[in-house]
């Protein structure tokens, strides 16, 4: 059951002096907002706003055996560009439990209000003060928009919720259409808060005794759907709701959208809305992705000129073989399952290439994209970026400027490389780029006699 709140003025605990028994809040004073829009008349909405917050947060007073606090809400809104507010209401709730070592203690209390608006855009402007600490206080703002409400089929935003229940009590806060529909503005669900995440909306503008298609849909961060509820609905008259629920423990960690799409019985599209809400189940293991799945995900929102030109970056590690099929490639989808694989095995390594990981690789090309570039060549085009790229910084680096008889060169030593191994780069024109001249390491450009170079 809803724990009941007294809604009562508290003006008369603001100023006074603390008493001895006075418990400090728990932290930093949080509160939440939440609104949803509903259709008015053709020319205006009804705008819900729901507040949520903890009581520990709070500072709380011991008088007369129980414990006392009170939160003050100041609601404006104002229209776009104005500074005048349009509409305000204050709200004054007050506390008083025997216990703190009770649930209520560590639950949030939920309450409401509304206004009824002309179509436009507004500026929706909440402030939260500690009753008995005035000095503690909080403000949160969000842009809002009434739409217009016309002749085409509609649906109201989705109002995320605690509870839904069948109600005849009018007289209560939460009392709409013959349910009790009790808001959770803190968009948190899951095994320890919420597990069962129930939902309310409104149909409008409805052909009464005719069909819909209602699919409600619950969309992870990645836009995979994870459930998915379609079903027909007839609704009497020509607005209607829509009201269900959904348990949600089974599902991992993270961030969802819930989303409801009407459509007709020709499955066309009519209207729809969306939510954000958020999952906590700890007990949920989320099986790991293998690494070219994962490679697959990554991919799956880079452009085709993103893909070509990664694959323009990573021709070090490329086999000829592969650097040929790729220029083959002609859509983004086969570029994406071509990198994908091309990844997976160069993480593991192949041939005489060594195994890199990607992110490791691309950190590196920015890396000699900062350091190395010359000439207007991009860093990692350069045979230092290249060894760079492909070796990682070196262990030991001598410089040598130029001078009358010598040209400026560079010797990179490693020393975890086949027991050692050196490169040398000669600026071989004075322009600042330096040119791989000899190297020890196998497979490398090998000149015994480089140093006639430096002449």
Not at 253 to 270: F, P, T
Request: hydrophobic content about 40%; charged content about 25%; overall charge neutral.
């Amino acid at each position: 059951m809803r724990k009941i709140v007294w809604l009562a003025l508290v003006a008369l605990m603001l100023g006074q002096p603390l008493p001895a028994q006075t418990l400090a809040p728990a932290g930093a004073l949080q509160f939440h907002v939440d609104y949803a829009r509903f259709r008015q008349d053709d020319k205006s909405g009804y705008l819900e706003v729901y507040y949520s917050f903890h009581p520990r947060l709070l500072t709380f007073m011991q008088q007369q055996g129980k414990f006392h606090a009170g939160i003050a809400l100041s609601t404006r809104l104002l229209r776009a560009g104005a500074e005048q507010a349009v509409a305000d209401k204050n709200m004054a709730l007050h506390l008083a439990e025997a216990d703190t070592a009770a649930t209520w203690y560590r639950f949030p209390f939920v309450t409401q209000t509304g206004f009824v608006l002309p179509q436009g855009d507004y500026t929706l402007e909440v402030t939260a003060v500690d009753s008995l600490a005035p000095n503690r206080k909080v403000t949160a703002k969000a842009q809002v928009n009434i739409p217009a409400y016309g002749p085409a089929v509609m649906l109201s935003d989705l109002e995320l919720c605690k509870k839904i229940a069948p109600s005849q009590n009018k007289a209560d806060l939460f009392y709409k259409n013959a349910l009790e529909v009790v808001p959770q503005p803190e968009p948190l669900f899951g095994v320890s808060t919420s597990p069962v995440l129930f939902y309310y909306a409104e149909l409008y503008r409805l052909t009464p005794n005719t069909s819909y298609t209602i699919n409600t849909q619950i969309v992870d961060s990645d836009g995979k759907i994870v459930y998915e509820k379609p079903r027909e609905q007839k609704y009497s008259g020509s607005s209607g709701m829509i009201v269900d629920n959904k348990m949600v423990t089974a599902l991992p960690s993270g961030k969802y959208s819930l989303r409801c799409i009407v459509a007709d019985q020709a499955g066309v599209e009519l209207t729809k809305s969306e939510k954000t809400f958020f999952l906590l189940n700890p007990h949920v293991q989320v099986a790991a992705l293998s690494g070219i799945e994962q490679m697959r995900k990554d991919f799956s929102a880079l452009s085709e000129e993103e893909l070509s030109a990664e694959f323009r970056t990573a021709q070090y590690l490329a086999l000829a073989e592969e650097k040929k099929i790729f220029g083959q490639l002609t859509s983004a989808d086969a570029k994406r399952e071509f990198l994908a694989k091309f990844w997976a095995d160069a993480e593991q390594g192949r041939a005489d290439k060594p195994a890199i990981r990607r992110a490791e690789y691309l950190r590196r090309v920015k890396m000699a994209n900062q350091e190395y570039s010359a000439l207007g060549k991009e860093g990692w085009r350069t045979d230092r970026g290249r060894v760079f790229i492909l070796y990682s910084k070196p262990d030991e680096i001598e410089r040598y400027p130029a001078e009358v008889d010598s040209k400026a060169h560079e010797v990179w030593r490693y020393f975890s490389i086949e027991k050692g191994v050196e490169f040398v780069f000669i600026d071989r024109n004075g322009y600042g780029e330096y040119l791989l001249v000899h190297s020890t390491k196998r497979d490398e450009l090998h000149d015994d006699l480089w140093e006639r170079l430096l002449q």
